[in-house]
């Protein structure tokens, strides 16, 4: 086909090829030519591949101690030496993908079964219910919320359930006020209007209609969240109100090396490597994501 | 600048920022009430008269209610009571006296977020799509996916070892808190690692108002006059594009002080963070109620000062 002047054949072979494309059909293909949102992709499902195999398998137990000389460095029998005990780091960092996982995912759960209903209340009914949801988020926002969920850890007791749920106490705000935006927004177009002089009931306009139009800003969210849900974890671990020992977690693993880290910095520097990139592909993943989902929104 | 209406609008937020203090303080007060254990009982006092000697020391024999309004007065007067560990320690004095040296170290972070932050931002929206761009947008979310401990073991490792062995022991960096003021690397390298994962956040914000104001018809005036990109860069266009960084410094306040509980862990900074966390793991309540209280009025304080400044920014807003 002849190149019409002044449009390059992208723009128009993406115009033909676009008859019948669903919104996630069309976020995939977004998706998929966004490099670093892939690998991130890419990444993740290995971490969880892990996570599940240190379930059944670790090269060695993750809290049998003095296996070798403490504070060992990387050797060919341990790929990332041993710790202040002479447990192996790398069998310790497999199982704390787990944790740091079933934090991230878990507390997200929770943050959109909360915050979904919360905002869709607040953004339909408006009124009375917006104005205690709305002033209830109002002091959330001003209160510093890692301490608030240090506390609570402190006072309900150091579980992963426990941690899954302060977390989720200090992060439900922001799914919604996110959902009771969009839904205040969503509740006036015409389509809401169609639907309700057809005849349907509140409950059918807020599941069949509001809520499938938010639902990309709503994935984007989570996975937003889960980063952060995992550095909350890492700081509580850190400050030694994580999982209890000695269950691994990466920030305390990394804090049970600080004190040593002028001799032998590797026993710091591995979960601290392997936090970084986890959060860091979660991020590119979530940018990927709202550019693939909300097009509009792209920066 | 400070009319009178900006005057009585000052005042009444200062009114409110006492109510939210007491709001604040009632609410962790009661919830840490409600629950149980305490420094007090947790330790194993074999004594029955001690005990009870010791829990009407602290008012604690007394109906939740009366110690509510004991504590209420308490606040109201700025009297916050005495810590639960250390007997006979007054609370407010200990924290305004952290509260200094969090605000050298914070005060630092906040410097270094926003020049670092805003620096970032507008070169990437001024060279919007090149290897510059690309740079400063992937260091950000390299940044802000860095929790702070892992930046601070990096400083550690790159001033504390590295340092010390290319200078052959000259030259190297001890953490740690010297003096009543602290020395300029104990200050600074802290800072640097509580402040850049804000910075990533305020780079990405910058950039994207900035690439916004960059476009507007008055920045095109202004090249058409003849002014160089600079100015037109530093005095037309950043002004404006401040306006949306200057609303997450409320956020970044928050922020910074949560990060010094870790940080001033770490480095051995004897602030609000490091007390924070050894009175919580000490359970001492008294001294956690009040942090919370003294946070709840540096954010509030915070959140002013940022409404003020868009008055600043922005002549067009006034109270």
């Not at chain 1, 195999?53 to 990332?80: E, K, N, R, V």
């Not at chain 1, 709503?218 to 269950?247: C, D, N």
């Not at chain 2, 606040?75 to 007054?90: C, K, P």
């Amino acid at each position: 086909m002849a190149a019409l002047p002044g449009i390059a054949q992208e723009v128009i072979d993406e115009t033909l090829a676009r008859e019948q494309t669903s919104l996630w059909a069309d976020a995939w293909r977004r998706l998929r030519r966004n490099r670093l949102a892939l690998a991130s992709a890419v990444f993740l499902t290995l971490l969880i591949l892990v996570a599940i195999l240190a379930q059944f398998w670790t090269p060695y137990s993750y809290f049998a101690q003095g296996i070798g000389p403490i504070y060992q460095g990387p050797t060919a029998q341990h790929p990332l030496g041993l710790d202040n005990f002479g447990r192996d780091i790398l069998s310790r960092i497999m199982l704390g993908a787990q944790i740091s996982l079933k934090v991230g995912i878990g507390t997200q759960v929770i943050v959109i079964v909360v915050g979904v209903v919360v905002g869709l209340l607040a953004g339909f009914y408006r009124g009375f219910v917006d104005v205690v949801i709305s002033f209830v988020i109002n002091i959330f926002y001003g209160i510093p919320d890692l301490l608030v969920a240090l506390t609570l850890v402190l006072l309900l007791g150091r579980s992963l359930g426990i941690i899954i749920f302060a977390i989720a106490f200090t992060q439900w705000m922001n799914m919604a006020r996110l959902v009771r935006g969009q839904t205040l927004a969503l509740r006036e177009r015409e389509f809401v209007e169609a639907a309700r002089s057809g005849g349907a009931k509140a409950n059918r306009i807020i599941f069949r209609h509001i809520l499938p139009n938010a639902l990309g800003p709503i994935i984007v969210q989570a996975t937003i969240g889960v980063p952060m849900a995992i550095l909350f974890e890492a700081f509580l671990s850190f400050l030694g109100l994580g999982v209890p020992p000695p269950t691994p977690s990466w920030g305390a693993m990394a804090a049970d090396g600080f004190h040593a880290i002028r001799i032998s910095p590797h026993i710091v520097l591995a979960p601290a490597i392997a936090l970084s990139l986890t959060l860091m592909a979660f991020n590119f993943l979530g940018d990927g994501l709202r550019d693939a989902l909300d097009p509009r929104q792209k920066r | 600048m400070f009319t009178r209406g900006a005057l009585l609008y000052i005042g009444q937020r200062l009114v409110l920022i006492v109510f939210t203090a007491v709001a604040v303080s009632s609410i962790v007060f009661l919830g840490v009430h409600r629950l149980p254990g305490s420094a007090l009982l947790n330790e194993r006092r074999p004594d029955p008269a001690a005990q009870r000697e010791l829990l009407h020391f602290y008012h604690l024999d007394l109906p939740l209610s009366q110690q509510y309004v004991r504590f209420v007065e308490g606040v109201l007067h700025g009297d916050l009571g005495e810590s639960l560990v250390n007997r006979s320690v007054q609370i407010t004095p200990l924290l305004l006296r952290e509260a200094r040296v969090s605000l050298e170290v914070g005060g630092a972070a906040i410097v270094f977020t926003i020049g670092i932050g805003v620096l970032l931002g507008v070169l990437a929206a001024v060279r919007q799509n090149t290897w510059v761009d690309y740079l400063a947008t992937t260091t950000s979310v390299i940044g802000y996916s860095m929790p702070n401990f892992v930046i601070a073991s990096l400083l550690f490792l790159l001033f504390g070892v590295a340092l010390y062995n290319w200078t052959g022991g000259a030259l190297y960096y001890n953490s740690g808190w010297t003096g009543d003021y602290g020395t300029l690397d104990q200050i600074i390298i802290p800072g640097f690692a509580l402040g850049f994962p804000y910075a990533s956040i305020v780079a990405r914000l910058t950039r994207a108002s900035m690439l916004e104001v960059i476009r507007q018809d008055y920045v095109r005036t202004a090249r058409a006059k003849g002014l160089t990109n600079r100015v037109v860069t530093i005095r037309h266009a950043l002004r404006n594009a401040l306006i949306p960084v200057v609303t997450i410094l409320g956020p970044l306040v928050i922020g910074i002080i949560t990060g010094s509980v870790v940080i001033e862990n770490i480095f051995g900074i004897p602030g609000l963070g490091k007390e924070f966390a050894t009175s919580i793991l000490q359970r001492d309540y008294n001294i956690v109620i009040g942090l919370f209280t003294f946070y709840a009025i540096i954010i509030a304080l915070a959140n002013l000062l940022v409404d003020l400044l868009y008055t600043v920014i922005d002549p067009r807003i006034r109270y």
